[in-house]
């Protein structure tokens, strides 16, 4: 009952800030974590995960009495799971059954360029068309996928899917789950708002009901001293999480491209949108009780303010066999670090006025006018993203991971030698950053706050073969 309160208050607060949303209904508490559906492989080959996917209209019950028309990948929010082996090929027959043109963009996937998913490289595709994507998973570790066309409004509705890739060095773990990490704007009746004002794109758009795994305050049962690993991804247009399990420390062992060498400990696990992180969790407490998962205040910038913390899901603790003996693992898999070095440029992101329109700029450029970086093909080159707003942005790369290498001048702790596809620059600072750029073709990056790409927070970069 508790929950149940705390998940009201938690919406009640939100709907207070929200202006434009009037009061919405308290919605249903599930009983359970709402792990993403597995879609079936159709392949026989063991090498080979060949699976349909279709983006549709459907419909969920986010507030209580209410349906909410979302458009979902297999009819399903969060959408589906593919799961796979590293170095497997996946084949992926997409339908687009939308009113709308779109496209599939495998979020930290090293694809082949024309495989990305963006206009640069991909007529969008039309409603009642089909395409195939194919390509080798290379990198063991927790991907997303979801549209690069109208990506506010699409991902927001619904349109996001979760992929897999399980490789030699997997940790030991009692339990695994998914913590699909997001938010919808909705108004009373369960229709999306879709008002936009300049403080929505302001602050990308951050919705009046949070969600993991799609519901509100979702259950995750564990057993008392079990390992439980938890796979998270930010999916949320704007809204920044701030992890926490009040008396507990989560083991950080992978983040955007697998697992990382030095794993670390944390009481509050900071996830921007389009971030991945893999943690382990060893739930302490009594068999019967109930913890919870918040969401801790974060501030992120002068415009957003601080935002209050609030509750995210229910830990229920088993009655279970108790302690498996597992251990929480010192070391992970090597990875190879990039070489470090000064930085050959500065890239700097800001926003401002442009003919009265609310613009986010890189180097004082909105996209498509942002002129594009040319290297070539294998060339390893450090940059220097430099935030000038004041205001966070998770700075997003595709194709190709990258190593953070300093924050404002300063390296790194060895901890955070990681492959990452996106970061945080926090505001008025600098980021370093190292890349190899061994695929060719046309790269975008952008800000991941989907309100900021949309107003011109993107680039392209041009790898030369
Ligand atoms: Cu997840 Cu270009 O984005
Ligand atoms: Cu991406
Ligand atoms: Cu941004």
Redesign the pocket.
Known sequence: RLSRALAGVALLSLLAAGCAAEQAEEPPVPDAWGEPAVVPDRNPDPRIVEVDLEAREAEKAYLEGTTTTVWAYNGTVPGPLIEANVGDTLIVHFKNSLPEETTIHWHGVRVPNEMDGVMAVQEPIAPGETFTYQFTLRDAGFYWFHPHVMEPEQIQKGLFGLIRVRGPNEPEADVEKIAVLGDVFLNKDGTFNEELDDDTIMM?REGNVVLVNGEVMPALDVQPGGLTRLRIVNVANGRFFNLALPGHTFRVIGTDGGLIPQPYDTERLLVSPGERYDVLLIADGEPGTELTLMNEAYERGHHTGLAEPMPLARVRIGEGPGLSGRTLPETGPAIERLPGGPAEATIT?DEGYVDGKLT?TIDGKAFPDVPPIDVQEGSVHVYDLKNDAE?D??FHLHGFFFQVLARDDVPVADEELANKDTVILPQRSTVRIVTRFDEPGMWMYH?H?LE?TERG?MGEIHVEP
């Open positions: 990308g992101f986010f205001m942005h998770p800000c706050i900021h927070m």
